[in-house]
């Protein structure tokens, strides 16, 4: 093996953890990407499915598997408790931004990465223009920022009652409107790319960036994924990206791509966030 090969953690085993996992194993070689370990909250479920020498039982034991990038594709809890030792080791893929709403986890994570010098990359995913949303930002363009995901209630998984009750034919309901910081903790798994569009937005930040998420029973084959964008002197863009989905699908199908290829960015671009 190369000594330029990058060591991978993988950090759930979800849908899109199962994608990663599978993709490196198969592409990876060629691409100077090989797997250091996998971990799920229940193992059983990566018996016969990853080689045994692969599987992490211990996540707090991750860094004697020495990885050049630990890819989180887990729960936002996760990064919460191991986010900063994550970072003190390795480069950090963050599929879980909506943690970074919590302002205080969200400055010890920067102060981690600045401290070890490795880099918390946050992906796109289904955010459309986000280098865009992030190059008006620095360049003090960004006046506003609001994002409107909509989805059939099969796909949300939300905290509370919200979204207790609902029937086929019901048509749209908007469930709710208002900071992405608010949102974050709503709908923890739903969210990302808002998440990722309030770290572009650094300005604005998580209680400056508007969203709003609403279940529509006629969405049964993609999510719709709207940006608006307001910069000073009155320029604006509106966005629609329809990511096709099955039905209680949490993640588009376009998005395991979308992820795939930031995993492919995550080289080392020093100790600060980078949106990939």
């Known amino acids: 093996m190369s000594s330029s090969t990058q060591r991978i953690g993988v950090v759930g085993y979800g849908h899109l953890g199962q994608f990663l996992v599978d993709r490196i194993l198969r592409d990876g070689s060629g691409l100077g990407l090989s797997l250091a370990f996998v971990w799920n909250r229940n193992p059983d479920k990566l018996r016969g499915l990853v080689p045994e020498d692969l599987i992490l039982t211990d996540l707090s034991s991750f860094s004697d598997r020495r990885c050049d990038v630990v890819v989180e594709v887990c729960h936002p809890q996760i990064i ?17 931004p909506s943690a970074l709403s919590d302002p205080d986890l969200n400055q010890k994570l920067r102060q981690a990465a600045q401290q070890s010098g490795n880099t918390l990359y946050v992906p796109s995913g289904a955010l459309w223009g986000g280098q865009d949303i992030q190059r008006l930002n620095d360049s003090g363009g960004l006046k506003s920022l609001f994002i409107r995901m909509s989805k059939h209630p099969s796909c949300f998984r939300l905290t509370g009652d919200v979204l207790s009750e609902w029937t086929e034919g019901e048509g749209r309901r908007v469930l709710f ?33 508007q969203g709003e998420i609403v279940s529509d029973t006629e969405l049964r084959d993609f999510h ?26 949490v993640t588009g199908s376009a998005t395991y791509n979308s992820f795939w290829n930031s995993l492919l960015v995550c080289k080392g671009h020093g100790g600060r966030v980078y949106l990939c």
Do not use: D, I, W
């Open 80 to 96: 919460g408790e191991f986010g900063p030792h994550f970072l003190s080791q390795s480069h950090l893929l963050v599929g879980s």
């Open 177 to 209: 409107k208002g900071s992405v910081a608010e949102l974050c903790p709503l709908a923890p798994n739903n969210v990302n790319t808002m998440a990722a569009a309030a770290v572009a937005a650094g300005s604005l930040g998580f209680s400056g960036v």
């Open 224 to 249: 719709v994924v709207e940006v608006e964008v307001t910069g000073h002197g009155g320029f604006s863009v509106h966005t629609v990206r329809r990511n096709p989905a099955k039905l209680g699908a």
